[in-house]
């Protein structure tokens, strides 16, 4: 039997189909770790995945949030941020609350990475309510989670 090989299109396409196979993985995994703090009352902080030739940045919606609030860590495998939002005390006295769609208490996000990426380069930066994490990509992969210190840009 004669096997049969892809060539041109047939092999792009069969690319893409590995590559959103693949993705859809990383999604499914990602749901299924936040299942865990979701159960207990905690809050999934949006999040954009971005990558170029040289790094991967995240941007994580944290509004209302100060950067002592947040920590940051960091594996070769996944980038994990977690922390507290406090609700403000109203200053005037509500009689009636009419709608409340901002979430507080515990949050956790964990984005898995695909790529190796220098952790000991890795910076985070806290500005307008949105945590940008910039990941330079690297050859060189380690297993030990390190703490990404957050600098606040006021």
Do not use: Y
Request: hydrophobic share 40%; proline share 4%; aromatic share 4%.
């Amino acid at each position: 039997m004669k096997a049969v090989v892809a060539r041109g299109l047939e092999a792009l396409e069969i690319k893409r189909l590995r590559d959103r196979i693949g993705r859809l993985f990383a999604t499914l995994q990602e749901a299924a770790e936040a299942e865990g703090p979701l159960a207990t009352g905690a809050w999934s902080p949006p999040v954009d995945v971005c990558e170029t030739e040289v790094a991967v940045t995240v941007r994580v919606e944290l509004p209302g949030i100060s950067a002592e609030q947040i920590k940051v860590g960091l594996t070769s495998t996944k980038l994990r941020i977690w922390g507290t939002k406090k609700k403000r005390v109203s200053r005037q006295r509500v009689v009636s609350h009419l709608c409340s769609e901002r979430s507080f208490g515990n949050f956790s996000r964990v984005v898995h990475l695909r790529w190796t990426i220098s952790i000991k380069e890795a910076r985070a930066e806290l500005a307008n309510g949105v945590l940008l994490v910039r990941l330079p990509k690297t050859k060189d992969r380690r297993g030990t989670e390190f703490r990404v210190p957050i600098k606040e840009i006021n």
